[in-house]
């Protein structure tokens, strides 16, 4: 029971990571918010491990609003915030080869959805000068790669909002943590989509702690 009592909110939380990291949190005594656009699998799986569930779009800043809203009416706090929610994109364009469209969304997704997050959630827990981010950027973040370009770009920006975000939060004695976790290959519904019938199961994932 490392959380127990804590109000926390897993955006993507309706499947792959966000899932098993909703799971967790339950399993350890939050009180849990899955935040998805995925309305069937995120009402069944808040079902299953008794956890409430909120339609929400990372890509906009008054989706943000409006959760951040609804956690504090219901809950008067944020404790936990666990960003999950990402795309990977056209895996078999290159760096030359993708379109300013692909680009866009990708990196709207990933990158821009995070930090609407931080902004909309981390001066709530400075409020009350406590809290934890936990964003999910990506093994790629340390690697080059030919292709997927967008995607890791956007996690390459992830790690670096991170630094930002845990140095804001412990300004002024305040104790308000930002760490990253970058994950290698992990198959997921997302990644079923994006990579089928390509898998090499990683080891374990890298973590970089930042506050």
Same mark, same amino acid.
């Given at each position: 029971?490392?959380?127990?009592? *804590? $109000?926390?909110?897993? +955006?993507?939380?309706?499947?792959? $990571?966000?899932?098993?990291?909703? &799971?967790?949190?339950? &399993?350890?005594?939050?009180?849990?918010?899955?935040?998805? %656009?995925?309305?069937?699998?995120?009402?069944?799986?808040?079902?299953?491990?008794?956890?409430?569930?909120?339609?929400?779009?990372?890509?906009?800043?008054?989706?943000?609003?409006?959760?951040?809203? =609804?956690?504090?009416?219901?809950?008067?706090?944020?404790?936990?915030?666990?960003?999950?929610?990402? $795309?990977?994109?056209?895996? *078999?364009?290159?760096?030359?080869?993708? +379109?300013? =469209?692909?680009? #866009?969304?990708?990196?709207?997704?990933?990158? +821009?959805?995070?930090?609407?997050?931080? *902004?909309?959630?981390?001066?709530?827990?400075?409020?009350? @000068?406590?809290?934890?981010?936990?964003?999910?950027?990506? %093994?790629?973040?340390?690697?080059?790669?030919?292709?997927?370009?967008?995607?890791?770009?956007? *996690?390459?920006?992830?790690?670096?909002?991170?630094?930002?975000?845990?140095?804001?939060?412990?300004?002024?004695? #305040?104790?308000? &943590?930002? #760490?990253?976790?970058?994950? @290698?290959?992990?198959?997921?519904?997302?990644?079923? &989509?994006?990579?089928?019938?390509?898998?090499?199961?990683?080891?374990?994932?890298?973590?970089?702690?930042?506050?």
């Amino acid at each position: 029971m490392r959380v127990a009592e *804590k $109000i926390a909110v897993v +955006t993507g939380g309706a499947s792959g $990571i966000g899932a098993e990291c909703a &799971r967790t949190l339950v &399993r350890e005594g939050a009180s849990v918010t899955i935040a998805d %656009i995925a309305d069937e699998a995120g009402v069944a799986l808040a079902g299953e491990i008794g956890a409430a569930y909120c339609r929400h779009d990372v890509t906009s800043l008054d989706s943000w609003r409006d959760l951040v809203a =609804e956690l504090i009416e219901r809950h008067g706090r944020i404790d936990v915030l666990v960003h999950c929610a990402g $795309i990977v994109g056209d895996v *078999k364009l290159s760096c030359l080869d993708t +379109t300013p =469209e692909e680009w #866009n969304r990708v990196l709207q997704v990933n990158l +821009t959805g995070t930090f609407w997050g931080c *902004k909309a959630v981390v001066p709530e827990m400075l409020k009350r @000068g406590t809290g934890s981010v936990v964003l999910l950027s990506s %093994i790629v973040s340390y690697m080059a790669t030919s292709v997927a370009t967008p995607y890791g770009v956007s *996690k390459a920006g992830v790690q670096q909002l991170t630094r930002s975000v845990a140095i804001v939060g412990a300004k002024d004695g #305040n104790r308000v &943590r930002c #760490n990253s976790v970058h994950p @290698g290959s992990i198959r997921s519904p997302m990644t079923d &989509r994006s990579c089928p019938g390509v898998w090499s199961f990683a080891s374990g994932c890298r973590t970089r702690s930042h506050g």
